[in-house]
């Protein structure tokens, strides 16, 4: 049931949520208590914040406001089957090793976003880092020696304190309406916040920071994942921290392939950054096909739940 209060033409605003009217309509709506499940269902929200989600967000996603819309129907058309809402919140600081304060160049310059520094123009000193330049180094090998994504310089999003870092508003009024209606507590799982790393995915960062209580895989969190008898996955963006969260997922469950089956994304509730000269999209794609062929389930809202 669509609640009376939820107005599409309103998903990509800004504006203060009105939880105690999404909790007051959801304990009226008589679902019962989500404690006697039969079967649980559990919907992973990646990052679905305000940076990357709204026109002006500082790392705005295209797609990411219809996706968003989409995302809340889905919820609210299946609140009843939905057991637990799991959310990322992903939280910057001003100084971390992708953002522009970290390096210098030659001049004294720092990189304009969406610069991709090499481990070869560290080396070179092309590219200088400011704070920690042996961990830099190391960090910008360890990328490339690992084939995961190389450090790409991000504009300033999702800053802790800032409105950016905040869940979309009719997002968070439907996840009040689900925690009211199913007694659920919500969960939300901070990531993002060590300098040293990029963490795009929800379970773990790019490089670990053993020195960190968030700097290695969440094993607590994907054993909690794994008591699920469906995961459902939505969120921002498709070709970064959905994408690798969803790789942390198979890589940790590669030999469960009974846990890789519970899995589906909604890939029409998930959309990729936009680069001028990288097609993000078309990398996700082709990683989710390989996803799929070893068990993943693709789908979208508009699917029955199974």
Same mark, same amino acid.
């Given at each position: ?32 208590? =989500? ?9 992973? %929200?990646? #990052? @679905? ?5 709204? *026109? +002006? ?61 090499? =481990? ?9 880092? %400011?704070? #920690? @330049? ?5 960090? *910008? +090998? ?60 929800m379970l773990e960062p790019e490089v670990k920071v053993p020195e960190s209580p968030l700097g290695s895989l969440n094993t607590n969190f994907l054993s909690m994942i794994a008591t699920f008898d469906r995961v459902y996955i939505a969120g921002q963006a498709k070709s970064h921290c959905v994408l690798e969260t969803v790789s942390s997922m198979m890589r940790y469950f590669q030999d469960r392939p009974d846990t890789i089956a519970k899995m589906r994304v909604l890939m029409d509730c998930t959309s990729s950054v936009m680069h001028p ?30």
């Amino acid at each position: 049931m669509i609640p009376p209060y939820y107005d599409p033409e309103r998903v990509g605003s800004l504006y203060a949520p009105d939880a105690a009217l999404a909790v007051e309509i959801g304990r009226a709506s008589g679902l019962g208590p =989500s404690a006697s499940d039969r079967l649980r269902t559990l919907l992973l %929200l990646v #990052d @679905p914040q305000v940076d990357f989600v709204h *026109v +002006d967000g500082a790392l705005s996603v295209p797609g990411a406001v219809d996706d968003t819309r989409r995302t809340i129907e889905w919820i609210y058309r299946n609140a009843g089957e939905i057991t637990t809402i799991a959310a990322s919140l992903d939280s910057h600081q001003p100084i971390q090793i992708f953002f522009p304060t970290w390096w210098v160049d030659i001049e004294g310059r720092h990189p304009a976003p969406f610069t991709t520094i090499h =481990s070869r123009d560290v080396e070179r000193g092309r590219w200088r880092a %400011l704070y #920690d @330049p042996e961990w830099s180094q190391e960090y *910008v +090998d360890q990328l490339e020696e690992r084939s995961r994504k190389e450090l790409m310089i991000w504009p300033y999003h999702v800053l802790i304190g800032t409105v950016g870092h905040s869940v979309m508003p009719a997002l968070y009024e439907a996840v009040a309406y689900h925690t009211a209606a199913r007694q659920s507590q919500p969960v939300f799982l901070a990531k993002g916040s060590i300098p040293k790393t990029e963490h795009y995915s929800m379970l773990e960062p790019e490089v670990k920071v053993p020195e960190s209580p968030l700097g290695s895989l969440n094993t607590n969190f994907l054993s909690m994942i794994a008591t699920f008898d469906r995961v459902y996955i939505a969120g921002q963006a498709k070709s970064h921290c959905v994408l690798e969260t969803v790789s942390s997922m198979m890589r940790y469950f590669q030999d469960r392939p009974d846990t890789i089956a519970k899995m589906r994304v909604l890939m029409d509730c998930t959309s990729s950054v936009m680069h001028p000269e990288v097609n993000f999209d078309k990398l996700a794609n082709e990683a989710f096909a390989r996803f799929e062929e070893a068990g993943l389930t693709l789908t979208r809202s508009a699917e029955p739940l199974g």
